[in-house]
Nanobody
């Protein structure tokens, strides 16, 4: 099982960005999916998560600016980001709790990280 993230880049303050993550491999089912980020010199923090049923949860710092969504048929999770601030600069990681065929359910899997830089 692999998670492949994409969509990072350099954006000006106030700009928007869309991050995508696709899970692939021998997948029986995917439970929660979400996004974390790690800024330079800081610990990794949860940004947004979404259950299989579509319930969402956001960090206070991103509420109203970030929107997480998923496509259960395609095994993808997306993070739409608006009104970017310099403090949003970080490596963003997708995460998913996946039941891999042949293993006990569920295990955490991580994408490789995608860098978002907010700067003028």
């Amino acid at each position: 099982v692999q998670l492949q993230a994409s969509g990072g880049g350099l954006v000006q303050p106030g700009g928007s960005l869309r991050l995508s993550c696709a899970a692939s491999g021998s997948i029986v089912s995917i439970d929660d999916m979400g996004w974390y980020r790690q800024a330079p010199g800081k610990q990794r923090e949860s940004v947004a998560s979404i259950t299989r049923g579509g319930s969402t949860n956001y960090a206070d710092s991103v509420k109203g600016r970030f929107t997480v969504s998923r496509d259960n048929a395609e095994n993808t999770v997306t993070l739409q980001i608006h009104s970017l601030k310099p403090e949003d600069t970080a490596v963003y990681y997708c995460n998913a709790r996946i039941w891999e065929r042949g293993r006990f359910p569920y295990h955490d899997y991580w994408g490789q990280g995608t860098l978002v830089t907010v700067s003028s």
